[in-house]
């Protein structure tokens, strides 16, 4: 064997990809990268990798209209990392599916699928839920084809699975809540989610249905209360070790197609990640006082889809601050352990000509 045989974490940008090589059963340290070029990195053996390619590959079709086959997985995944040069990108997608001879000189598409337009298919459902009906839809006016709502619902949760995380493989262990003091020290105990009767609408709940935010530090968990200045803030700290949820930060990033467990689904999950990061875009967008009950409503819904399937929670970016947002649907079961007090001395503001 070579060096021509092995490729490290630093050649790809796929989350998947990363974390395979990361792990410590595969253990080849090659001095330098002959494909990326970077040094003393944690590499594997590209053969190790080809079953896994060849899927990705049965989720592809020649198509004139397409492209060669590594520029083809760069464009629709962006799976290599930019420390490899176009010319080692091919040597690599040859290394990985030797048995593939014209991914050099085929072109190659992604296969058709069911639903070519999920953006579009959400924004009726957007506009359905905001101004025509909230609890029950007939199916032939929300204008999907051939294809029933619950189709579509289904294939969303199918392809978010590839988002799916486990908090104990989250590099946050410890989450933060805050509460502006009114008067003395809140116990303990009243540093969780709102009573169901207190708990007001916001991204991931409806009013009178509490859920637990929490943010991934101190900072963002005070930005999340905007507080004014003179203001005590009471911060609890929680240490939040299992539940499974959905990852939208860094604009659904984390997503990949090797997390995909039907080859038929890979092409599906593509069109549809252009959704989630719509979707994740969104919820990273501050929204103005007034216009929170209409715009919460789509992201109430994916929140309550979410619980009804297994999910315990989401994760995205803080729309006030640079950290992020944990949400947990079950309020019950995370305690805080213990809290600090601050003082606001002064608001940071971010502007930009509207
Ligand atoms: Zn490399």
């Excluded at 839920?129 to 289904?154: A, C, K, M, V, Y």
């Excluded at 486990?166 to 303990?188: E, H, M, N, Q």
């Excluded at 009243?190 to 935010?213: C, D, F, H, Q, W």
């Excluded at 069109?271 to 989630?276: H, I, M, Q």
Aim: hydrophobic residues 40%; proline residues 5%; aromatic residues 12%.
């Amino acid at each position: 064997m070579t060096d021509l045989d092995f490729c490290c974490q630093e050649c790809f940008r796929d989350s998947y990809l990363r974390e395979l090589l990361n792990k410590d059963s595969i253990k080849a340290i090659v001095s330098k990268c002959y494909y990326c070029g970077s040094k003393k990195q944690v590499s594997i053996e590209i053969c190790e990798l080809t079953e896994s390619f060849e899927k990705l590959f049965e989720a592809y079709w020649e198509d004139s209209a397409g492209e060669l086959f590594p520029d083809a997985l760069q464009r629709d995944w962006s799976l290599f990392s930019k420390l490899l040069p176009a010319d080692k990108r091919e040597e690599l997608v040859e290394k990985l599916l030797p048995n593939y001879p014209d991914l050099l000189t085929a072109k190659y598409l992604l296969k058709q699928t069911k639903f070519s337009d999920p953006k579009a298919i959400w924004h009726g459902l957007v506009k359905t839920i905001r101004h025509e009906r909230r609890w029950f839809f007939r199916e032939l006016q929300l204008g999907f084809g051939g294809s029933t709502l619950q189709d579509f619902l289904n294939t969303f949760l199918v392809c978010v699975e590839s988002l799916a995380r486990d908090i104990k493989d989250l590099d946050d262990k410890k989450w933060y809540r805050a509460r502006v003091v009114l008067g003395t020290r809140y116990k303990i105990k009243y540093m969780g989610a709102p009573p169901p009767e207190k708990a007001t609408s916001g991204r991931a709940n409806s009013a009178g249905i509490p859920v637990l935010y929490l943010a991934s530090d101190e900072d963002t968990a005070i930005a999340e209360v905007r507080p004014d200045p003179g203001e005590i803030v009471q911060v609890a700290f929680f240490k939040i070790t299992e539940g499974k949820v959905l990852d939208l930060r860094d604009n659904a990033s984390y997503s990949s197609p090797f997390r995909v467990e039907e080859t038929d689904d890979i092409a599906t999950l593509n069109v549809f990640l252009s959704l989630f990061k719509e979707i994740a875009q969104g919820l990273a967008t501050p929204i103005v006082k007034a216009d929170r009950v209409l715009k919460y409503l789509p992201y109430q819904f994916i929140c309550e889809l979410l619980q009804a399937n297994g999910f315990d929670g989401i994760l995205f970016p803080s729309s006030v601050s640079r950290g992020n947002n944990l949400v947990l649907f079950d309020v019950t079961k995370p305690k805080a352990y213990r809290s600090v007090l601050h003082r606001v001395t002064r608001h940071y503001f971010e502007t930009m000509r509207a």
